[in-house]
T-cell receptor
Framework: AQKITQTQPGMFVQEKEAVTLDCTYDTSDQSYGLFWYKQPSSGEMIFLIYQGSYDEQNATEGRYSLNFQKARKSANLVISASQLGDSAMYFCAMREVLGVRVSGNQFYFGTGTSLTVIP | DGGITQSPKYLFRKEGQNVTLSCEQNLNHDAMYWYRQDPGQGLRLIYYSQIVNDFQKGDIAEGYSVSREKKESFPLTVTSAQKNPTAFYLC??????????????FGSGTQLSVL
């Protein structure tokens, strides 16, 4: 089963409008972290926002907020007041912490959503 | 400034040739990773290393090899056994994964193409 599912291959948004990018995840762990990364056409992965499984408040970072619904296992990214520079691929990712044992391959990525901001 | 440096940015491989992608970090991170990204797809883990002189296969290790002789360096060799190597390769590092908020730091990537 997919650990991270992003069901929107492509999205369009008008400049200055808000947009929501969907992400659902699958884990049986109680302790995990959820991340969103932005990948512009240049290729580098830029960290945007983090939400911990025990955090009661939704995370916010400037124009980015994470709509965390634990019971639904969803972690949607909301970008407010879209700008042309927001056009990029966006990836949702999850990190599990396997108790006191560490495992290097516990980051899971979705297939990404391509966001295009229209002037 | 601390960060991860990948080189070269573009690399071309001839049939039957091995090529090596460089990844260097000065973040003092223990863990390092190599990911492959195909167009329109997510990241797939090739290899990862938790500490020096130790590394583990990821989901798609066949046709690739790595070494971790120094904490700062984690080079990836794409061997001739990898029949479809054309892809974007990303190197990443992170602090020890003892907490959920330890994120991955990425390099700027290497685009590998076959001649």
């Amino acid at each position: 089963a997919q650990k991270i599912t992003q069901t929107q291959p492509g999205m369009f948004v008008q400049e200055k409008e808000a947009v929501t990018l969907d992400c659902t995840y699958d884990t049986s762990d109680q302790s995990y972290g959820l991340f969103w990364y932005k990948q512009p056409s240049s290729g580098e992965m830029i960290f945007l926002i983090y939400q911990g499984s025990y955090d009661e408040q939704n995370a916010t970072e400037g124009r980015y907020s994470l709509n965390f619904q634990k019971a639904r296992k969803s972690a949607n990214l909301v970008i407010s007041a879209s700008q042309l520079g927001d056009s990029a691929m966006y990836f949702c990712a999850m990190r599990e912490v396997l108790g006191v044992r560490v495992s290097g391959n516990q980051f899971y990525f979705g297939t990404g959503t391509s966001l295009t901001v229209i002037p | 400034d601390g960060g991860i440096t990948q080189s070269p940015k573009y690399l071309f491989r001839k049939e039957g040739q091995n090529v090596t992608l460089s990844c260097e970090q000065n973040l003092n991170h223990d863990a390092m990773y190599w990911y492959r990204q195909d167009p329109g797809q997510g990241l797939r883990l090739i290899y990862y290393s938790q500490i020096v002189n130790d590394f583990q296969k990821g989901d798609i290790a066949e046709g690739y090899s790595v070494s971790r002789e120094k904490k700062e360096s984690f080079p990836l060799t794409v061997t001739s056994a990898q029949k479809n190597p054309t892809a974007f390769y990303l190197c990443a590092s992170s602090p020890p994964p003892v907490a959920t908020n330890e994120k991955l730091f990425f390099g700027s990537g290497t685009q590998l193409s076959v001649l």
